[in-house]
């Protein structure tokens, strides 16, 4: 008896430590998708390798190393730099591209551009001139609506100096518990935490620089001979659509997760001890540099000094201890060397994509299974890639990884049947940014989610993705088809 007073249960046993063959026979979920992403890379590889015909040896290793990685990134969920950078070295080794074309990606100046970038929003971040202003301009709102309104428009603004999602969560995370504690009503904080990742995802598609994905995009359009949008360009194109999906976000979480009552409710006067503290010279300097680089990045057709030159020498100008206080070395703390890598493999996967003529055969067989009746209607092409790629990440959590396989694998195609090449990119990407379903679709999501105590749940998210969804392709869909061919962005 005292032997089995101290022994262990064993982890499937049943009750008294009698095992369970109910439990024996129970398969663990990562053994299950083993099997079904072992299951799908054979039967890819005989597709590929056997079935497939007028594929030359470099088209079908790369279509077999593409087809791996989004079978790692979906099925295995494995985690997303690794699969893209050995996805990238291994198309090299069996052939398939050059080295060089590797070894390129680390120097693209989208990486470069990006680099710059994390560095200016680390220092914005240390020296809490976002946070700052934000306080300030929010002391004296009223009312929670007011409030709401207000701060969608805030937070969108940030899209335009800081590249990263994740980043922008981290910054405005301060301002959302400061918010929460003077509210301190719990149907409105949960709203309230809603609302920040929400706005933080949609508003980055109004910004070249709002997300990684945007300039694997602008790379990819490159690659197809056609001039991607500029800084300004992509504000034209993307920015009005962004906005009224940020202000749809808000209207949402107002009228249909807010009563009455509550949305005009007063909120507590800020205590004269807790009024924001006036601007540090250094704030006001860091402000100053800021602003010059976003007005480079808009006039750069004037001057043609490209944008990663003007990030670059912003980034070095911030991290001076006389401009910021802060040296270089402290600045680079706050650049996400992950995505950074992430970015360099997912572009060196979409050149060789190209460069190997695989995109284009995929797309020459996909109108040869659609045929040519549906051509003529580019609205019902542009809706069906909407669809898709709003919805692609329950199965791909990252946003820089949609844009890498959508792009060649449904914009490209989808193109083939009539539909402007450039269009259906802009639609596929932006598309992409819809990621508020699950709590692990995006960083913004989960962060706010994790807050103690938690402010709102997956029930929550549901209820809020379900309202947003359809009036989100609707928009794209009317942007891609009337309001983008007047702007000089054809249809066709």
Not at 138 to 147: E, F, I, M, W
Not at 284 to 307: E, K, S, Y
Not at 324 to 349: C, D, M, R, Y
Not at 422 to 436: D, E, I
Request: aromatic letters at 6%; glycine letters at 8%; a positive charge.
């Amino acid at each position: 008896m005292a032997l089995y007073a101290i022994a262990p249960l064993e982890p499937h046993a049943g009750r008294c430590g009698v095992p369970s063959l109910a439990a024996d026979r129970t398969v663990p979920l990562a053994r299950v998708k083993q099997i079904v992403a072992a299951i799908v890379l054979v039967f890819s590889a005989m597709l590929i390798f056997l079935a497939i015909d007028g594929l030359t040896v470099s088209m079908r290793l790369t279509l077999a190393i593409f087809v791996a990685t989004i079978v790692a990134w979906t099925i295995l969920d494995l985690p997303d730099t690794p699969v893209a950078l050995a996805g990238a070295a291994l198309l090299p080794v069996f052939g398939a591209i050059d080295e060089d074309v590797l070894y390129r990606s680390l120097g693209n100046d989208i990486v470069w551009l990006m680099l710059a970038a994390f560095v200016v929003a680390g220092v914005l971040r240390q020296v809490g001139v976002i946070e700052q202003i934000i306080r300030r301009l929010l002391a004296r709102l009223a009312t929670v609506q007011g409030l709401f309104w207000v701060l969608t428009l805030l937070i969108f603004a940030t899209a335009f100096i800081i590249p990263s999602t994740s980043a922008r969560a981290a910054i405005l995370a301060p301002v959302y518990l400061g918010l929460a504690a003077a509210i301190g009503n719990a149907r409105i904080n949960r709203a309230l935490a809603l609302l920040f990742p929400s706005v933080i995802l949609l508003s980055a598609g109004a910004s070249l620089i709002g997300a990684g994905a945007h300039l694997v995009a602008a790379g990819m359009i490159e690659s197809l001979g056609k001039k991607s949008p500029d800084f300004l360009g992509w504000i034209a194109l993307a920015g009005p659509f962004s906005l009224l999906c940020s202000l749809l976000a808000c209207a949402v979480l107002l009228h249909l997760f807010l009563t009455s009552e509550e949305r005009t409710m007063a909120i507590a006067a800020r205590p004269a001890d807790e009024a924001p503290t006036p601007l540090s010279r250094q704030q006001w300097a860091v402000i100053a540099v800021t602003g010059a680089m976003i007005m480079l990045f808009a006039a750069q057709p004037l001057h043609g000094i490209g944008m990663p030159i003007i990030g670059i020498g912003a980034a070095l100008l911030l991290a001076t201890e006389r401009v910021s206080g802060l040296p270089l070395k402290a600045a680079l703390k706050g650049v996400e060397w992950n995505l950074l890598l992430f970015l360099a493999g997912t572009l060196v996967i979409g050149e060789a994509l190209l460069q190997t003529g695989t995109a284009q055969v995929i797309a020459q067989r996909v109108v040869g299974l659609a045929g040519s009746s549906i051509a003529a209607w580019p609205s019902l092409i542009i809706g069906f890639a909407a669809i898709v790629a709003a919805l692609s990440h329950l199965v791909i959590t990252s946003r820089t990884a949609r844009a890498t396989v959508l792009i060649p694998a449904l914009a490209l195609p989808l193109a083939a049947l009539g539909v402007d090449p450039l269009n259906l990119v802009m639609v596929v990407t932006l598309a992409s940014g819809f990621c508020q379903t699950l709590m692990v679709s995006a960083k913004p999501v989960a962060l706010f989610g994790a807050m103690d105590p938690p402010a709102f749940g997956q029930a929550d998210l549901f209820r809020l993705a379900g309202f947003l969804i359809v009036p989100f392709v609707g928009l794209l869909v009317i942007f891609a088809t009337c309001i983008w061919p007047l702007q000089g962005l054809p249809l066709r």
